[in-house]
């Protein structure tokens, strides 16, 4: 397909309507932004959690560290409770759509770094979560798990479980630690086979995650983010405009 990014808007959207009910599969790759109308924050535009330092000088990436975990697990939770967990979040337009076109029979795999789990409140099944899920939380030491109420409400600083006293840690990537290697396997296995991939709500400066895309081999790349990144050029159709505004009319 031609790149028609610079084509006019009726067009664009014809084309992504056509090419998702044509294709047999498409994975949907997520970051941010796709929950940012749901109401949570994303991390790197001018107002975003990254925008901010804590005490003046402590740095998000450096709160969300491994290493911020095991050395300040107090101040690591009290910064996690208050910026990471958004329990009252409804799934936005974008979300609901994805779920749409899921139960409608259509093969799509959600690919996505959120850790929020707004795609699987929405309906979608077929979810592949990069970065784990605030939503899965175990014991580092007898590994009983734990959901997102129990370490919200804890009325302990930092919660502990209930059967061993152990600590209990998200089932979250922190900065330092890996991506689990059996969902990047299987996220690979999607994008290099499927026909459409649509990116959305990404900078793409997030890696190793963003470098996945370039396993696609498909007929159409699509990028959907409210400013430039670095791959527009490389991309099919481009659209510059809130996800759930874009997904709303072509699906």
């Known amino acids: ?14 084309l ?9 599969s498409i994975v949907f790759f997520g970051g941010a932004g796709v929950s940012t109308e749901s109401g949570i ?26 290493t911020y975990f095991d050395r ?8 996690y409770r208050k910026n990471l967990l958004y329990l009252d979040a409804k799934p936005s337009r974008a979300h609901l759509k994805l779920a749409e076109l899921e139960g409608a029979g259509k093969d799509i795999t959600i690919v996505t770094q959120n850790i929020d789990g707004l795609h699987q409140l929405a309906g979608s099944k077929n979810v592949l979560e990069l970065h784990g899920s605030v939503h899965r939380n175990y014991c580092m030491r007898c590994g009983k798990q734990f959901d997102a109420e129990y370490v919200k409400s804890s009325k302990e600083t930092v919660p502990h479980c209930d059967k ?88």
């Open 1 to 14: 397909m031609p790149n028609t990014k610079l084509g006019d808007e009726i067009d664009r959207y014809e």
């Open 72 to 79: 300040h697990t107090e101040e690591f939770y009290d910064f």
């Open 164 to 251: 061993c006293g152990g600590l209990v840690k998200p089932d979250v990537v922190l900065y330092e630690e890996a991506l689990d290697d059996d969902i990047v396997n299987e996220a690979v296995k999607k994008i290099s086979s499927c026909e459409l991939m649509i990116v959305a709500g990404t900078s793409l400066v997030v890696y190793p995650a963003a470098g996945l895309i370039r396993y696609f081999r498909g007929k159409c790349l699509t990028l959907i983010n409210l400013t430039p990144t670095a791959m527009d050029n490389s991309a099919d159709l481009v659209f510059h405009e809130k996800v759930g505004d874009v997904l709303g009319k072509v699906i």
């Open 16 to 24: 992504l309507k056509d090419m998702v009910n044509n294709s047999r």
């Open 41 to 66: 924050p994303d991390f790197r535009s001018s107002n975003g959690l990254y925008s901010k330092k804590i005490d003046g000088y402590i740095s998000p990436e450096e709160l969300i560290s491994r």
